[in-house]
């Protein structure tokens, strides 16, 4: 894995839509020294600026911090889950929805969860398995218990990210299930 060339990256970007550091410095609001000094490695952008190329830029946060390899085709990959026509797989706590069933060999899986449970020691034990996970939290409030963590509240609009391999448990905290959506890779 190579460092990230973040100031490169930048610039390849910025003459791949033939702007000069002047109508870049125009459209990001970005001062064009600064636009230069990111190009050339000499400072790091802030999350305001990098926030500022994005928009500017109209490109998706992710182009920014990667671009396909060289010589790579789209593999045309596409698989769509309507509302409620997940693969269900209930738990003791959980009632997950599995999503994108239909592809095999994905780089993450996604999946809807109903969370049943109320208190932590509904657990026999914690929940871990290899991979990182992201977690938002669609309805309801919940708890995010984590091993190395004190337990968090989380509400609808929340999200986390954490090591899998960490044990982690969700209960819901509101008088409702809460349903969360979470990808895990």
């Not at 390849?12 to 490695?41: P, V």
């Not at 599995?98 to 809807?112: G, Q, S, W």
Request: aromatic share 8%; net charge negative.
């Amino acid at each position: 894995m190579q460092p990230l060339q973040l100031g490169e990256r930048v610039r390849s970007l910025r003459l791949s839509q033939n702007l000069t550091l002047e109508e870049a410095s125009k459209r990001t609001g970005l001062a064009r020294s600064t636009l230069s000094k990111i190009e050339n490695e000499q400072i790091s952008p802030t999350f305001t600026a990098v926030s500022k190329l994005v928009h500017g830029l109209g490109i998706d946060l992710p182009q920014l911090f990667s671009q396909p390899s060289p010589g790579a085709q789209p593999s045309g990959r596409r698989d769509v889950t309507r509302r409620g026509e997940g693969k269900p797989h209930p738990t003791a706590t959980y009632e997950h929805e599995l999503l994108a069933t239909n592809l095999t060999r994905k780089k993450m899986v996604p999946f809807v969860t109903r969370v049943r449970a109320r208190r932590f020691e509904e657990f026999a034990e914690w929940v871990r398995h290899d991979g990182e996970e992201f977690l938002y939290v669609l309805s309801g409030t919940i708890w995010l218990y984590t091993e190395f963590y004190e337990p968090i509240e989380m509400q609808a609009g929340d999200s986390a990210y954490y090591d899998c391999t960490m044990g982690h448990a969700l209960v819901s905290a509101s008088p409702e299930d809460a349903t969360v959506l979470w990808v895990t890779a």
